[in-house]
């Protein structure tokens, strides 16, 4: 079974930055993640959760709209780490943000994946 753990959440200023991680182990962690795809949803208070980022078993890599050229996601298979760099952040990225792993039909249909993290904390002031 494949378990994530993120970490790199915190509090910021509007306009600051931010890399969170999710380090990946058990399943098939010897090749990373096998064929799933990787991804990081965030939930803000009274919000429904919603997808940020994702990035597949090939490499290529799909954002929402919101943070196209903002973030990056990144994986490094090494460390078995999945990274999101979050640059020129504003409030409403303000969130609880989660990595996930499974085989979605849709990268940004979050009852895909069937891994999650325990999530990690992002708030940015104004």
């Known amino acids: 079974q494949v378990q994530l753990v993120e970490s790199g959440g915190g509090s910021v200023q509007a306009g600051g930055s931010l890399r969170l991680s999710c380090v990946i182990s058990?399943?098939?962690?010897?090749?990373?993640?096998?064929?799933?795809?990787l991804a990081w949803f965030r939930q803000g208070l009274g919000k429904e959760r919603e997808a940020v980022a994702a990035?597949?078993?090939?490499?290529?890599?799909l954002y929402t709209d919101s943070v196209k050229g903002r973030f990056t996601i990144s994986h490094d298979t090494a460390k078995k780490t999945l990274y999101l760099q979050m640059n020129s952040l504003k409030p409403e990225d303000t969130a609880m943000y989660y990595c996930?792993?499974?085989?979605?039909?849709?990268?940004?249909?979050?009852?895909?994946?069937?891994?999650w993290g325990q999530g990690t904390q992002v708030t940015v002031s104004s």
């Open positions: 996930a792993a499974g085989y979605p039909a849709a990268w940004d249909f979050s009852q895909g994946y069937h891994n």
């Open positions: 058990g399943g098939n962690s010897g090749a990373a993640y096998g064929n799933y795809v």
């Open positions: 990035i597949r078993s090939s490499g290529s890599t």
